[in-house]
């Protein structure tokens, strides 16, 4: 499964480590492939920012990966394609013009038991706040995603 924000900085990369964590210790790692990517290329290739390390550092958490740009491909590639808001939901429809995927790209708090207006905060330009904030969006995201798509995993595992 792919998580989608912006810039593959903050938000996407905080769903990438916190939903692999709920995996790990669901003891179901060889069920899931899970990562990240940006609608834009301004962060290929660079670490999660520093502010979104340090909130997952708190929480236990330490994010890996790097920076990479959304590819058409991509769409195919995946089962599941969580956009993080509805412009990176846009985008990443843009990508695939005949809709032939439009099945499997979703918003990622359609899974979210309180989902308030469907998006995550981008946290970019904001204070500390908004990093602590999207940490309990995503967390709580995740474990809600996790017990959906696992029922799924045991059935056809
Ligand atoms: P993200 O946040 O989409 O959650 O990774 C952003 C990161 C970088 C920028 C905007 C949003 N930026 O403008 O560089």
């Known amino acids: 499964m792919l998580f989608v924000c912006l810039g593959n900085i903050c938000r996407s990369p905080l769903a990438e480590g916190v939903f692999r964590d709920h995996v790990d ?5 060889d069920s899931f492939e ?16 520093a502010r979104m390390l340090e909130t997952a550092r708190r ?24 956009a993080m808001d509805r412009d990176n939901l846009h985008d990443i429809l843009f990508l695939d013009p005949e809709g032939r995927f439009a099945d499997k790209v979703r918003l990622f708090r359609e899974f979210d038991p309180d989902p308030g207006d469907w998006q995550v905060p981008d946290p970019y ?13 995503v967390d709580r995201t995740c474990r809600a ?9 045991r059935v056809a595992g």
Do not use: K, M, N
């Open 125 to 137: 330009y904001g204070g500390p706040e908004g990093f602590e904030q999207v940490f309990d969006i």
């Open 145 to 153: 995603l996790l017990g959906a798509l696992a029922a799924h995993v």
């Open 25 to 29: 210790r669901a003891g179901l790692a």
């Open 59 to 82: 929480h236990g958490i330490e994010l890996s990966s790097r920076g990479r740009q959304l590819r058409a491909e991509d769409l195919e590639s995946h089962d599941l394609l969580l």
């Open 34 to 49: 899970v990562a990240s990517a940006g609608t834009a290329g301004w962060h290929v290739g660079d670490r999660p920012d």
